[in-house]
């Protein structure tokens, strides 16, 4: 007895250096192969640097500069800064760029949301259908303000004011896209509804991935389809809408294409948002300094809505 007692005791303890030692080997393995791993991260560093991180701090330092065509470059600190916060085409475009992010992303989420749930009562039917509405994410943005300017053309030949005259209200056919009243509003539903797809596609995979034994114990104690909608399909596909909520922020915030091919920015700069004033600084006012301070701007409200997303989704990473 005591010989099985210490052969057990000596072989848990042989047992208990070699788990010991498992770590420090696989460590020495990893410490091994790291120059490999940075052998084939350097070629992606490399393109990160040159395409992503020295135009970044390039444009940083330009912000400190006052840049006028060909002028030789002034350093000026902060002056750029205050400019922009004292100009009242700038504050102006800070509420048309929240204006137009807020509305294109409750417009794209919404519908998206709320065609996801209707599709997943029967998936495959709507197959074509959910195809046909996430093409319109995949078309360019240039490409769909094209689109737009067609059917919200002010005469005879506009879809949307003709369809309103049909309809026995020619009172309200307006010049959408010329008024500066409206026509914000028709870019909102514009960039909207071509942002759509993606938030369609993500809330579909989330109710999707909704246990069927949660949906037939519903339905086995009378649930009606709008009750599961609501207390049942909502609030457990809200992790896949927080993420069409983080995308869809992040492209409206960056809006460029269907600004400029729908607008312009006009009229009298009514939808300019911060990307287009920048663009319009830089590039038509040659006031290149100007423009990189308002492109920092436009970088920290990015920071400022993607860090407490990111923070949120790896919380419980290891």
Excluded at 157 to 163: E, I, M, R
Excluded at 232 to 260: C, E, K, Q
Aim: net charge positive; glycine share 8%.
């Amino acid at each position: 007895m005591g010989g099985a007692v210490t052969t057990r005791s000596t072989s848990q303890g042989v047992l208990g250096r070699d788990e010991r030692r498992q770590p420090l080997v696989a460590r020495r393995w990893h410490l091994r192969d790291t120059p490999v791993a940075w052998l084939f991260l350097l070629p992606v560093l490399i393109l990160f640097g040159i395409a992503v991180v020295f135009p970044l701090f390039d444009t940083i330092r330009l912000s400190f500069y006052d840049i006028k065509g060909l002028a030789p470059p002034k350093y000026v600190g902060l002056g750029n800064y205050t400019r922009l916060f004292s100009d009242p085409a700038f504050l102006h475009t800070l509420g048309t760029t929240l204006t137009f992010t807020i509305g294109v992303t409750v417009i794209a989420v919404s519908v998206g949301w709320v065609v996801a749930m209707l599709c997943a009562f029967a998936p495959r039917q709507t197959l074509p259908f959910r195809v046909m509405i996430f093409s319109a994410f995949g078309i360019s943005e240039a490409v769909t303000g094209y689109m737009w300017i067609t059917m919200l053309r002010p005469g005879a030949d506009g879809l949307v004011n003709a369809l309103i005259r049909s309809l026995g209200f020619p009172d309200f056919a307006q010049p959408w896209l010329g008024d500066p009243n409206t026509a914000i509003w028709a870019l909102i539903v514009a960039a909207g509804w071509a942002a759509t797809g993606l938030p369609l596609m993500l809330c579909f995979a989330a109710v999707q991935a909704i246990p069927k034994s949660v949906l037939e114990a519903a339905y086995m104690d009378g649930a009606k389809p709008v009750s599961i909608m609501l207390h049942i399909m909502a609030p457990l596909s809200l992790p896949g809408v927080r993420v069409a909520v983080f995308i869809t922020l992040l492209n409206a915030l960056r809006a460029f294409d269907i600004i400029y091919v729908l607008t312009g920015g006009g009229p009298v700069r009514s939808t300019e948002t911060v990307g287009y004033f920048m663009y319009r600084e830089s590039m038509t006012q040659f006031k290149l300094g100007y423009g990189a301070a308002a492109t920092v701007i436009l970088l920290v409200a990015v920071l400022i809505v993607s860090i407490p997303a990111v923070i949120q989704r790896t919380a419980g990473a290891r």
